[in-house]
């Protein structure tokens, strides 16, 4: 049997990893992005998934926008993960954004969807976990995300663990992130890091783990790093060891944007509460709650998300 995969797969014209490294008829890197990197200057990878599944229409596509116009201001080359027609692009086109952002059909496409989404021709937005896949075959070592997934509530029971765990345990990136939304049960989602050999690490004076909304989750990281020089050192010294496990930045929302937090949390309960008693599973828990915490805080968690990915990208450009 599998000597007919094998088969089938020579016919199909499967390329070898070295030789679809930035082109093929599967994967395609923006040339703004290759020059980039052939270059040797810097790039930032970004996310899709909250383009097509984490904001609404048109919040979408002009935070995409702002977040990629960032990236460029401070001297970097955005390169925003996407599948469209069966393509995995790393760096898109305003159309390409555009379409993403208004396109209901869309897939959300982690390292699981990918193999479904090529073959069929879909599109979708990349999560954390797809979205490192490709910036990793790309050779771009900076990914930079809102929330990364984590062990849900009550994870222990439904075994719900979000694939952007493993993926940070198999896969050397550095993921910059305002850490892990409360939505989801953070001190579990650290201990699985640490099984992963994931290095988890905060940005700033303290150690204190960031809670997407706020600057403390009541969880530490194991380490802190103060300045993007350290960061750098960092990053570098996971690369230069050849670790095949990823890196998480945790930079948490400045205080004076973090101010509408108790509001959030308390929507973030009752979403929780709601998705439970609705029976919503697997991948549509985390796109429920971000849009009803949205509508119980009549847009103050959208608005902070925002904020958030803006004050982000300005920290990792310093
Ligand atoms: O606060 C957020 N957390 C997570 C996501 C998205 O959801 C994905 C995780 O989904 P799941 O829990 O199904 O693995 C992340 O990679 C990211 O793309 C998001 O939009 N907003």
Same mark, same amino acid.
């Given at each position: ?15 070898? #990893? ?6 093929? %008829? ?23 998934? @909250? @383009? ?57 496409? %982690? ?21 490192? @896949? ?8 900076? #990914? ?58 905060? =940005?700033?004076?303290?150690?204190? =783990?960031?809670? =997407? =909304?706020?600057?403390?989750?009541? #969880? %530490? ?47 973030v309960?009752t979403a929780v509460?709601e998705? %439970? ?12 709650i971000?849009?009803r915490v ?25």
């Amino acid at each position: 049997m599998l000597g007919r995969v094998s088969t089938f797969l020579q016919r199909c014209g499967v390329p070898t #990893f070295h030789r679809c490294r930035t082109h093929d %008829s599967l994967f395609n890197v923006h040339p703004s992005v290759s020059e980039a990197l052939a270059e040797n200057k810097p790039v930032v990878a970004l996310e899709s998934t @909250i @383009i097509t599944h984490g904001m609404p229409y048109p919040q979408n596509l002009s935070t995409a926008e702002e977040v990629e116009a960032i990236v460029r201001a401070h001297g970097a080359t955005p390169a925003t993960v996407g599948v469209l027609q069966g393509r995995l692009h790393v760096g898109l086109t305003q159309e390409q954004l555009h379409f993403l952002s208004h396109d209901n059909a869309s897939l959300k496409v %982690s390292r699981r969807d990918l193999p479904y989404a090529i073959s069929k021709g879909l599109s979708g937005g990349t999560t954390v976990s797809g979205t490192m @896949i490709a910036a990793h075959r790309a050779g771009i070592p900076v #990914f930079v995300t809102g929330g990364i997934g984590g062990v849900h509530r009550d994870g222990e029971n439904s075994m719900d663990v979000s694939a952007d765990l493993t993926e940070l345990g198999r896969t050397p990136i550095a993921v910059v992130s305002a850490g892990v939304k409360s939505i989801l049960d953070i001190g579990r989602t650290l201990e699985f890091l640490e099984t992963q050999g994931v290095c988890v690490t905060t =940005f700033g004076k303290s150690k204190d =783990f960031p809670a =997407f =909304f706020s600057p403390h989750s009541g #969880f %530490s990281s194991p380490y802190n790093v103060t300045d993007a020089k350290e960061a750098a050192e960092l990053i570098a010294g996971m690369l230069s060891l050849g670790l095949q496990s990823g890196l998480l930045l945790a930079v948490p929302i400045p205080e004076e944007h973090s101010a509408s937090g108790q509001l959030i949390q308390e929507a973030v309960c009752t979403a929780v509460a709601e998705a %439970s008693e609705k029976g919503i599973r697997g991948r549509d828990v985390t796109p429920f709650i971000l849009q009803r915490v949205s509508e119980l805080t009549r847009g103050e968690s959208l608005k902070a998300s925002i904020l958030l990915l803006i004050s982000e990208n300005e920290i990792r450009n310093v």
